[in-house]
């Protein structure tokens, strides 16, 4: 069987250079996160805020932690003095809390809005309108310490790579539209988060600049 290090240079070869690789490591621990830092992984993805805190005072500090989860308001502030991007930032109160702490913590915090482009109604995130309201508001012009540098979004849970590839292309499209209305003349703006184990292939032909791949690296994860 192949190693966590095997499974991650494999991916990573295949890769275009403008894709960066998010080792999704969440329910997997510090030793094995280390197997892939030690050929070079510098970037990890985690879920949950506690979990992701432990991590960070374990492991090497030149690792750059994303979180992808659902995040809580009150759990803000366990990963606010260290993160270095938030994938699933999916409604105004969620924005101005993490702007709060990021202003006690003296950063700047950069996040993704997270768009619910898939069917499932499980999955959180915001429609397009609500995004588009959002980001049009006077409010979020006040929230100096947060950085907002692209959108993510996850596509249906499907074998029909069809409709994976129709949601990752909408969803492209309408990264388009908001880069040209809101951030014309800010280089930051500049992430699309698309893509895991089941699908990165077809994110990165739709136009992903970050895939977040987990078990396709770790193995399947064993929930607690
Ligand atoms: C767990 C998770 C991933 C990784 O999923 P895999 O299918 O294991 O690659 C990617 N994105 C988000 C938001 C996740 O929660």
Known sequence: MATVAQNLLSIKK???IHVKLIAVSKFHEAPVILETYNVGQRIFGESK?????????????????????HLQTNKIKYI?????????IDSFKLLEAVNKEAVKNNRIIPCLLQLHIAEEETKFGLSFEECWELLSSNE?????????NGLMGM???????????????QLKQFFAEVKKEFFANDDKFAELSMGMSDD?????????????????????????
């Open 155 to 169: 596509a249906t849970n499907t074998d029909d790579n069809e409709q994976i590839q129709k949601e990752y292309r």
């Open 200 to 224: 990165y292939p077809i994110a990165i032909e739709e136009g992903s600049t970050m895939v977040r791949v987990g078990s396709k690296i770790f193995g399947e994860r064993v929930y607690q």
């Open 80 to 88: 606010a003095p260290f993160i270095s991007l938030i994938h699933s």
């Open 140 to 148: 979020i012009k006040e929230l100096g310490n947060v950085s907002i």
């Open 14 to 16: 295949d890769l275009p």
């Open 49 to 69: 805020a506690q979990e992701l805190q432990q991590k960070h005072n374990q492991l090497p500090k030149d690792i750059e932690w994303h979180f992808i989860g």
